[in-house]
């Protein structure tokens, strides 16, 4: 059995842990909306395939959201800049959305600290730029960003 899938509890609460901290979010039921309406506002700007490849590394909770009601017949849409993409995130649900500036920021760097870095880094290497570009994180140590449960 994947490991993913044994301990999907304890990823998720520590993948949504980090979000909340990272976003300055008061409730699980916040962090959920903001990286929901984060993982929808990228993959819009996927294909089927690429969308499929890049949640084939996410953390089982996380590839579930990730592709749950996701329309892969819609339009696929254009990389915008990031203050653009964040506008977009915002209008998700837009009357129980909380959602901070910085949320696909912070969404990257949990993202990060809860997948393989070989795997996400192979996987971001065959999509556009723009969508690498879109989980970049800057930061000044990167053990930050290292995979925290294994």
Not at 4 to 20: I, N, Q
Not at 71 to 88: G, I, M, N, Q
Not at 136 to 148: F, K
Request: glycine share 2%; with cysteine; aromatic share 10%.
């Amino acid at each position: 059995m994947p490991w993913t899938y044994r301990h999907a509890s304890r990823e998720w609460r520590a993948f949504l842990d980090d979000v909340k901290d990272r976003m300055c979010l008061e409730s699980d039921n916040m962090a959920y909306t903001a990286v929901d309406a984060v993982l929808q506002v990228f993959r819009r700007r996927l294909t089927a395939r690429e969308g499929l490849e890049f949640a084939s590394v996410l953390p089982s909770v996380l590839r579930a959201i990730f592709i749950h009601n996701w329309d892969v017949t819609a339009p696929r849409a254009t990389f915008d800049d990031r203050e653009k993409l964040v506008a977009e995130v915002k209008k998700i649900r837009v009357n129980h959305n909380l959602t901070p500036d910085n949320a696909i920021e912070a969404t990257a760097w949990a993202v990060r600290r809860c997948t393989n870095g070989r795997d996400f880094e192979r996987v971001l290497a065959g999509l556009p730029e723009e969508a690498r570009d879109f989980w970049h994180v800057d930061v000044a140590d990167p053990a930050e960003l290292e995979q925290r449960i294994v």
